[in-house]
């Protein structure tokens, strides 16, 4: 790697944060150090967005392996990430302004003549799983916490009741997912959880690795990237709600403590509590990395890995269309003086970030009183909903009336019959089914789920649609119009030329009846017949459109 150069007070700041972070002996960043550092500058990326940053690194860089970072790519991702903040901000005082009311939920549960009051429901992985009677339920009476523990030997479709109702008298939703269990049940829960902006403590111990046993069944590979991909959905979602994902039933629990004893929000939870915070998961970095990526290699030439000064700073105006001044290009000619005047696409990272920062314009009274009366009026007469914020939220660009969601893989259900039947009648449609489907595309599915008029999710008996199962449960809790097709697994089903055990069979309709049971209870239609939720669709469509 070059030798890493700041340019000014910005870069020599984040030169000082980055040499912290990194682990000795190592020049670049690693993936388990990337959100301490973004930490230490009040970032505070998803895990989905530390992915997305990395997958973009690697790509500008053509750096292999994809889980480490350069000191100028970090200074790249830090200024994105600063401005989309800052562009969020006013968002959400825009909202908070009365425009849109939030939901928000107190800690406050419902009363039941069927059972006694209690604070916590301890959701999550259950048989043969002990962690709620030997690590939660001790650590919950040292707080004086009461619980409800639904865990049981045998479950049952009648115990859907039981837990609604526990459920709805709950403060707060603490939901353990470990490594030895399947959890697709829980998962749902989590998302759909997460969807209503519920109180919700989520944590999530081990990752699966290959050679898992389940109830003495051995896992197959195919059917762990199904497990590992629902997981990467469930985190995703989450943490676009802002809810911090804890790796620790202890610091879970003194974190719930705090959220029930001391007037906090889970959201509110910070790295001082013991939690792992985010804002802003929804938002997309990597464009101006991009940029710097396209400025930088138009103006290399022939077989040659840098720039000279001369080259950088022309670079830098095809960046921000603006002419260098003369004293700028001088400081920078000394400041190049360590690397022989010559910049590597690192350096020229750096030099983009100190010298393309925003300048801040000062604000006069007049106009200040101004904005004030303006935003006073639009109050009062109604006319910001779908106005201003609009104007702020103008990225999405994704529309369509019915997003396709579901099982995908070997089930042709899209192009057999969803497809011709929406356009039949019309109707447009984005379909996520692809030959090779990989991460990046969560971000583009995420923004056609957000435009569509409705979301179409099938649930075959012939696929596990972990995944498919977790988003849709999301958006339910949402309140997102929604039709379903759920079909049960079968004794003998066959997925990707593996027989599915009954052992296995048996967790993934338990997730298809809390997801039936969510929906029936949302009063989101629920079909095991894929035409007519497909005509059911297509009716809710038009009468929308009136």
């Known amino acids: 790697m070059d030798q890493s150069v700041s340019f000014g007070p910005l870069t020599e700041h984040l030169l000082g944060v980055y040499n912290g972070c990194t682990e000795s002996g190592q020049i670049y960043l690693t993936e388990s150090a990337l959100r301490e550092a973004f930490n230490h500058i009040s970032i505070y990326p998803s895990r989905s967005q530390v992915r997305d940053m990395l997958r973009c690194s690697s790509e500008c860089s053509k750096r292999r392996p994809k889980n480490k970072m350069s000191f100028g ?20 005082r825009l909202r908070q302004h009365k425009l849109w009311p939030t939901r928000q939920h ?46 049981i030997n045998y479950w049952g479709k009648t115990q859907l009741d039981v837990e609604q109702v526990a459920k709805q008298m709950a403060e707060l939703f603490l939901f353990y997912i470990n490594n030895k269990t399947r959890s697709v049940a829980s998962m749902i829960e989590i ?69 029930l004893k001391h007037d906090k929000t889970v959201s509110t939870l910070s790295r001082e509590d013991g939690a792992q915070p985010v804002r802003f998961g929804h938002i997309r970095v990597g464009d101006r990395l991009k940029a710097c990526d396209g400025a930088f290699h138009e103006c290399l030439h022939y077989n040659t890995d840098t720039l000279s000064v ?34 590597s696409f690192d350096n020229f990272c750096t030099l983009c970030v100190e010298y393309t920062r925003p300048v801040e314009k000062p604000v006069s009274l007049l106009r200040w009183v101004s904005v004030k009366l303006l935003l006073g009026l639009w109050w009062l007469l109604g006319w910001m909903r779908g106005s201003q914020v609009e104007e702020e939220e103008q990225e999405l660009t994704i529309q369509c009336n019915v997003f396709l969601g579901g099982s995908c893989g070997q089930a042709d259900w899209r192009e057999k019959l969803a497809v011709p039947m929406l356009r039949k009648h019309g109707l447009t449609y984005f379909n996520p089914q692809l030959s090779e489907w990989n991460l990046k595309f969560i971000p583009l599915e995420a923004e056609a789920k957000m435009n569509c008029d409705c979301l179409l999710f099938v649930i075959t008996g012939d696929s596990r649609a972990v995944a498919s199962m977790i988003e849709v449960a999301h958006y339910i809790g949402e309140g997102r119009k929604a039709v379903l097709c759920v079909q049960e697994m079968k004794q003998g089903t ?19 009846n809390y997801l039936a049971d969510i929906a029936n209870r949302c009063q989101v239609p629920v079909f095991d017949d894929i035409q007519e939720a497909i005509e059911k669709t297509i009716d809710i469509v038009k009468h929308s459109k009136h």
């Not at 790519?73 to 959400?92: N, P, S």
């Not at 902006?197 to 389940?214: A, D, H, Q, R, T």
């Open 73 to 92: 790519e970090f200074c790249v991702f830090a200024q994105e990430f600063r401005d989309l903040y800052t562009k969020e901000e006013r968002v959400l």
């Open 106 to 151: 107190r800690l406050k549960g419902s009363k039941s003549r069927l059972m006694g009051p209690f604070q916590v429901f301890l959701g999550g992985s259950c048989n043969p799983t002990e962690w709620r009677e030997q690590i939660a339920i001790p650590l919950l009476k040292q707080h004086r916490i009461t619980y409800y523990n639904p865990q």
């Open 191 to 259: 998302a759909f959880l997460a969807g209503g902006c519920k109180p919700l403590i989520p944590v999530i111990e081990g990752e699966f690795e290959s050679g898992l046993v389940i109830d003495k069944d051995p896992v197959t590979d195919v059917e762990l990237d199904d497990l590992k991909r629902g997981r990467i959905f469930m985190c995703d979602l989450v943490e676009r709600k802002g809810i911090p994902i804890f790796d620790d039933i202890v610091r879970a629990i003194e974190c719930a403590a705090k959220v």
């Open 310 to 343: 001369e080259d950088s700073l022309q670079a830098l105006v095809s960046i921000t269309n603006e002419d260098v001044p003369f004293n700028v290009r001088d400081t920078v000619h000394t400041q190049c003086k360590p690397i022989q005047y010559r910049l």
């Open 494 to 512: 066959v997925v990707h030329n593996e027989m599915m055990t009954q052992s296995a069979i048996d967790d993934y309709n338990r997730g298809r």
